[in-house]
């Protein structure tokens, strides 16, 4: 499956394979491993989330150790990326993963490489069929993408962008959240011991070719929150889930939505509200709710009332809070934003709760503002709070994370960075002592709030913002990701 010969330690009957490399465990690794598989092996029937006692950090990882994490490779889409020579442990990793999660389905191109002689089926570098072992591969990746296995591990040496950009368009193309693991072995980038340690026989000098090519950054296009994906394929564990009364992500993700569309057309069920948001949209003051909610397409899946039209210009995605636009690392501060530590650590699996405070209404956009609180979600912001909007300067220094938000939905030809200038028109609105030009008591004890904002025709005129604020924030529990 893959190169590493620490892998083979795991189970004891890898032992005499070992030998026949000529390849020699220290008993403290062997003893570390099997330790370590044996835990997970005994877990993986339950998933409970209880971490080992003495286990290394080469593979201490939360989406091996964390129940929750555990409930959400399992429950939606997610594809694991390894990524490193051969010799530096992936296949270790791949190993360890398949025990914790007995769903899992590995792909690699190694298995492609085998042959069999005289009943004995033997690992064959063949450099000419060395294409044709990458197409099975990513086929077999395609083929279980489109099947929702979940997790699906993709063990391939994957030392640049291009190559894990094969398997990122397949998660894409698949709403499959991604975690890119490099393994943390001290020897990963030591070509001498990687040519001892590797069990296919890997020259030193192409080992060390492979190590100085190695990019230690894939950029995505952003960094965020989100709620879940679409649901994997494994519906009896599911089923299991549900009987231990333990929430679905899936099913969260559809509850925001459908909530927040409900609360979008009360708001709009609000007659004054109603007359004045359609005069903002262009529509008679006497336009009907449902007529009115057309202006604007759903921006998410699942979606937020009806899907959208086409031709709308609008691309669903699933729910989520970006804390970076990286733009494949072209964007300002982006090598800056991947190398913080917070954010390194989070990519292996993070989970946080959030506050939604509310429910706001433009011409533009609809979304949502959420509240961040806490070392560990303001280590991972970075979402230009202090951004120039109208032309205006802010009458007093913008809170960091105020500009958190989800878009919802979006008029046609919007673009969804507008949701978060909408969020800061609010601030600033605020942060000025504006008086609200009305507040309206909605049922359930939430505030209609018709706030004056700057507008984009200049700064001498003004937009209004129907914003519902949330009597009781709803809470909701996050996976922070990157999103390829």
């Known amino acids: 499956m893959g190169q590493s010969c620490a892998r083979m330690c795991i189970l004891d009957r890898s032992s005499d394979s070992l030998r026949l490399f000529g390849i020699h465990q220290r008993r403290s690794d062997h003893y570390q491993y099997r330790q370590i598989h044996q835990w997970i092996h005994r877990q993986s029937a339950s998933f409970v989330s209880q971490i080992p006692e003495n286990v290394n950090d080469d593979i201490d990882f939360p989406f091996l150790t964390d129940r929750e994490i555990g409930d959400w490779l399992i429950q939606t889409k997610f594809m694991i990326i390894l990524r490193g020579p051969p010799g530096s442990g ?69 030392m640049r962008y291009y190559e894990c950009r094969t398997y990122t368009e397949i998660a894409r193309a698949f709403s499959y959240l991604v975690i890119l693991v490099t393994p943390r072995t001290p020897w990963r980038f030591d ?26 950054i894939i950029y995505p296009l952003y960094y965020g929150w989100c709620w879940a994906t679409a649901a994997s394929c494994n519906n009896h564990v599911t089923e299991w889930r549900k009987r231990r009364n333990r929430t679905h992500p899936v099913l969260e993700s559809e509850k925001m939505v ?3 569309y409900a609360t979008f057309m009360s708001i709009l069920g609000v007659p004054y509200a109603r007359k004045r948001i359609a005069l ?22 699942p979606p937020f009332g009806s899907p959208p039209k086409t031709g709308r210009g609008v691309t669903p995605t699933w729910p989520h809070c970006t804390t970076k636009f990286s733009q494949f690392g072209r964007a300002p501060g982006a090598q800056e934003y991947a190398n913080r530590s917070a954010v390194c650590q989070s990519l292996l699996g993070a989970i946080h709760s959030l506050s939604v405070l509310g429910l ?39 809170p960091v994370g105020c500009r958190a938000h989800v878009t919802l939905a979006l008029a046609a030809g919007v673009s969804a960075v507008e949701t978060g200038i909408d969020a800061l028109r609010i601030v600033d609105a605020e942060l000025s002592g504006r008086p609200d030009t009305t507040q309206i008591s909605m049922p359930g004890g939430d505030l209609l709030r018709e706030i004056p904002v700057t507008s984009p025709s200049g700064p001498e005129h003004f937009d209004h913002v129907f914003y519902c604020q949330f009597k009781n924030p709803r809470t909701a529990r996050l996976f922070f990701s990157a999103f390829y």
């Open 90 to 158: 992936k296949s270790c990793i791949a190993e360890l993963i398949k025990s914790r999660y007995p769903t899992a389905h590995v792909c690699s191109a190694d298995n492609y490489r085998y042959q069999t002689v005289n009943g004995v089926k033997r690992y064959r570098f063949d450099g000419d069929r060395y294409e044709q072992a990458h197409q099975s591969c990513e086929s077999e990746a395609r083929k279980y993408a489109s099947r929702g296995a979940s997790p699906l591990v993709i063990d391939n040496t994957n």
């Open 191 to 216: 070509a001498g011991v990687l040519a001892e340690r590797n069990v296919h026989s890997v020259p030193i000098e192409v080992i060390q070719t492979m190590i100085n090519q190695f990019e230690p």
């Open 258 to 260: 459908k909530n927040s």
């Open 280 to 301: 903002a949209c262009g529509f008679d003051p006497d336009v009907d709710s449902s007529k009115l909610a057309g202006h604007w397409s759903s921006a998410v899946n």
């Open 360 to 398: 706001f209404i433009t011409a533009r956009t609809v979304g949502l503002r959420l509240h961040l609180e806490g070392d560990d979600q303001l280590a991972l912001w970075d979402g230009e709070d202090n951004e120039s909007v109208d032309g205006c300067v802010p009458p007093k220094p913008r």
